[in-house]
Structures are given as C-alpha cells and as structure tokens.
C-alpha cells in the first residue's frame, strides 16, 4: 500500500503517520509525481492534480483532500474512474469563525481609524464605533463553518439568519431562509457573510439586485468562494454605496491582481484567502486522516467526509 501526500507535513507530523501504519510506504513530495503511477491513496490540497495526473494514477483508489473546496480537482476523470474523494469538513471552523469575528469587531470598534491615529501620534477620541449587539446577520451556508460563525455571534447578542438551499433548519441560526427567498430577508441584515462553496448553484448567486436590497450600511463579507458574485457587481455596490463595506477572503481571480481597485479602495479590506490558516491546519487534517486510513486499511470502509463530486460538496 503506498499514499502520495502532494505536500509536505511537518516532520513530526510524518514520523505520526508512519508510526500509525507501518505496513504503508508514504510519500511525501511536493511538486513531485513521480510517485504517482504507484500510490493507493492520494492526500492533497485538491488544486495540484490534473485529468493527466488521475491517468497516470492507474491504482488510485481514494483521494483525500486537504481542504473543504474540490472545485479545482478535475472532476470528469475522476468520476470516470469512480474514484472515492473525501474531505476534511468541518476544520475549518475555528480559524475562520474567528477570523471573521475579527474583521467584524475590527470595524466596528473602529480599530483602523485607532491604528492609523497611532502611527500618526493623533489623541484623536472623535472615533465612530458600534457594537454588535442587537444587530442581524444573514449567513450564507450555515453548515460547519457558518453554525460555527454563528454561534460566536449569538453570544455577542446578534440575530442569525442562515440561508440554504432548502431553508431547513442549521445550528445556532436564529431564523432559516433558502436562496430562493434570501431578497426577502436582506434588507434585514446589519452583515451578509458567506461561507458557500462553489457549486452550479452558488455560482453568481448573488447579483445587482441582491445588492441594491441591502441597507446602505451593511457589511458584506465573502469567506466562501470568489464565484459567489461577479467583480463587476460587487464594485458598482460599493462604488454607489449601495453598501457600506465589504470584507473579501476570496475573489474571482486569485491571486488578486495588483491593478484591481480594490487593493485602494477605503471601504474593503483584502485578505489574501488566509482566513482558514492556523498551526494545527494538518494536525486536525490528520486526526480526520487516520480513522478513515485505519478502516480503509481494514475492509475498505468508505470514508466519512465523502464528497459528491457532481453537486461539488
């Protein structure tokens, strides 16, 4: 049995695995294939394989992917060979519940007038900040992540609103609409967030209309995926002030290219798609990894945190 890691896990991390299971050879290359005609199992990022690398892969049996996105995995290929892909769901949560958190209290305690009144040595007490109790938010996929989102909110006192794609209920959602009725709630909601995948669905879900029936002071912010909304749209928003700001972790073209006029613009703030970053991002990877591995080991168990790859979750 051999399983290719397409990345490097810290030494430790490896000397785990291999502990773990010693009758399995891994590898562990980056930007390396020359492993793969013979691995087992594939452990990557889920944006480094190709419908070539899944050809040469002849005995591939599971890929496990390192992340909750599959949209960059050539999918075709890999339905073709009816090949298993699960992900690691779910650890995202904590880093990304408080990353948004973060950016929220940022703005509305004001701490970005606070910094630049420091580094210009300004006692400046004429500082416009609110709070965050009593406010409302719609949060767009209320699953791991989001429930998590919301239940951080809940204990500053503000009212959640999930919205899926059925309206069924979510954790730690004070109210549950589906995409189909969200322009109901909208304006509603002192924070749109999202946390959606990409999926046909979710793909310009958001539009000029949405936009314009959002208060003119609401936050929007987008930790799911780039495709959610078109730059064209989000831009003519913010440039009308159709809302107040946005917080964007995610973007239509990544790396975002250095001429966009986001990267200038006073009312958005540019986070490099790193809200999820955390040192025990492979660490809770694993601990999602081994017990999968130690069933599949055992009678082939198919893993928990399988992923459709035609609904593309």
Known sequence: MEILFTFIPKEDQQQRLEAEFPQVDFHFLYKDKTRLASADIIVTYGEDLTAEDIAAAEKVQWIMVASAGIEKLPHQAI??????????????????????????????????????????????????????????????????????????????????????????????????????????????????????????????????????????????????????????VLLEALQSEEIAYAVLDVFELEPLPTEHPYWTMDNVVVSPHVSSHSGKYVERALDIFIPNLKKWLADQTIPANLVNMEKGY
């Open 79 to 232: 339905a073709e060979r009816e090949i298993t892909v699960s992900n690691v769901k779910g650890i995202h949560k904590i880093p990304m519940a408080e990353s948004v958190l973060a950016h929220l209290l940022s703005l509305k305690r004001s701490l970005p007038a606070i910094y630049e009144n420091q580094r210009s040595r300004d006692w400046n007490r004429k500082i416009r900040s609110s709070e965050l109790h009593g406010s409302t938010a719609i949060i767009l996929g209320p699953g791991a992540i989001g429930s998590e989102i919301g239940r951080l909110l809940q204990a500053f006192g503000v009212r959640t609103i999930g919205c899926n794609r059925s309206g069924k209920q979510a954790l730690h959602m004070d109210e549950m609409v589906s995409f189909e009725h969200i322009l109901e709630k909208l304006p509603q909601a002192d924070y749109v967030l999202s946390i959606l995948p990409s999926t046909h669905e979710t793909k310009q879900l958001l539009t000029s209309t949405h936009f314009k029936a959002m208060k003119n002071t609401a936050i929007f912010m987008n930790f799911g995926r780039g495709d959610l909304v078109s730059d064209a």
